[in-house]
C-alpha cells in the first residue's frame, strides 16, 4: 500500500513565524502535490512538483513556498504564517497520472 | 477560473436504495474525471475514474460521464450506512496531472 505521511496531524503557530509542513511518500511517486481544504470552499491546490527541485504553482500559491530535494520528500513552507493561512493541509502524490493517494493532513491554527 | 461544481447536501437516501450523486465542469478540454469519497476527520481516498463517455461501473459503484454536457455522475446502488460520507468530484482542468476538486457533496444513508 502507498503510503504518504505527514510529520504533524496538528500544529500551532504564532502569526509571522515561518511553518514548515512536511510530507513523505514511500511509492517511489513522481508527482506530488500540497492542498489545503476549506469548509464551503473545498480542495485549493498550492503548488506541486512532477520530479525532484521541479515545482509548479497550483491555484493559491500567495504566502507559500515548497522544496523538493529527494524525491520521497515535499515540504510546503509558510514563509510568513498569517490568520488566513489556519487550515487543514492535505499532502498527496501520484506514479505518473491524476490518481492521488493523500496523507493523513495537518490542521494548522495559526494564532 | 475553471470551476466544478456539487450541490453541497445533505443528500440523505434510505439503507439500500440508490444514492446519486452529480458534479458539473466548466473545462470542455477535460479528459479525466474522478470520484474521491472523504470519511469525516480522515483525508480523501479514491473510489473511481472515468476517462470515456458512458458508464463504468466497479462493485456498487457506477460513474457516469457525458461530457457534451460536461456532467459526470456516481450512483451507489444497494447504500449502506458505512457509504455516508462527503464525495468529492475531481477533474483534470490544465493538462498534467493537476485536478480541480468540487466542494463535495456530504451523503447520509439512513436506517
Known amino acids: 500500500d502507498v503510503k504518504v505521511t505527514q510529520s504533524s496531524r496538528y500544529l500551532v503557530k504564532r502569526t509571522g513565524e515561518k511553518v514548515f509542513l512536511e510530507c513523505v511518500q514511500d511509492?517511489?511517486?513522481?508527482?506530488m502535490f500540497w492542498y489545503r481544504q476549506d469548509p464551503g470552499l473545498g480542495l485549493r491546490l498550492i503548488y506541486f512538483?512532477?520530479?525532484?527541485?521541479?515545482?509548479e504553482k497550483g491555484d493559491i500559491p500567495e504566502g507559500y513556498s515548497v522544496s523538493r530535494e529527494k524525491k520521497e520528500r515535499f515540504s510546503l513552507i509558510l514563509e510568513s504564517a498569517s490568520t488566513n493561512q489556519t487550515s487543514m493541509y492535505l499532502c498527496?502524490?501520484?506514479?505518473?497520472?491524476?490518481?492521488?493517494?493523500f496523507g493523513s493532513g495537518t490542521q494548522l491554527s495559526v494564532l | 477560473q475553471k470551476e466544478v461544481e456539487q450541490n453541497s447536501g445533505p443528500l440523505s437516501v434510505p439503507e439500500g436504495a440508490i444514492a446519486s450523486l452529480n458534479c458539473t465542469y466548466s473545462?470542455?478540454?477535460?479528459?479525466?474525471f474522478f470520484w474521491y469519497r472523504q470519511y469525516s476527520g480522515k483525508s480523501p481516498e479514491l473510489i473511481m475514474s472515468?476517462?470515456?463517455?458512458g458508464d463504468k461501473e466497479d462493485g456498487r459503484f457506477t460513474a457516469q460521464l457525458n461530457k457534451a454536457s460536461q456532467y459526470v455522475s456516481l450512483l451507489i446502488r444497494d447504500s449502506q450506512p458505512s457509504d455516508s460520507a462527503t464525495y468529492l468530484c475531481?477533474?483534470?482542468?490544465?493538462?498534467?496531472?493537476?485536478?480541480?476538486f468540487g466542494t463535495g457533496t456530504q451523503l447520509k444513508v439512513e436506517l
Open positions: 512538483s512532477y520530479d525532484v527541485k521541479m515545482k
Open positions: 498527496a502524490s501520484s506514479l505518473w497520472d491524476e490518481k492521488l493517494f
Open positions: 511509492m517511489d511517486h513522481e508527482n
Open positions: 472515468i476517462y470515456s463517455n
Open positions: 473545462d470542455r478540454g477535460s479528459q479525466s
Open positions: 475531481a477533474v483534470n482542468t490544465g493538462g498534467g496531472n493537476k485536478l480541480t
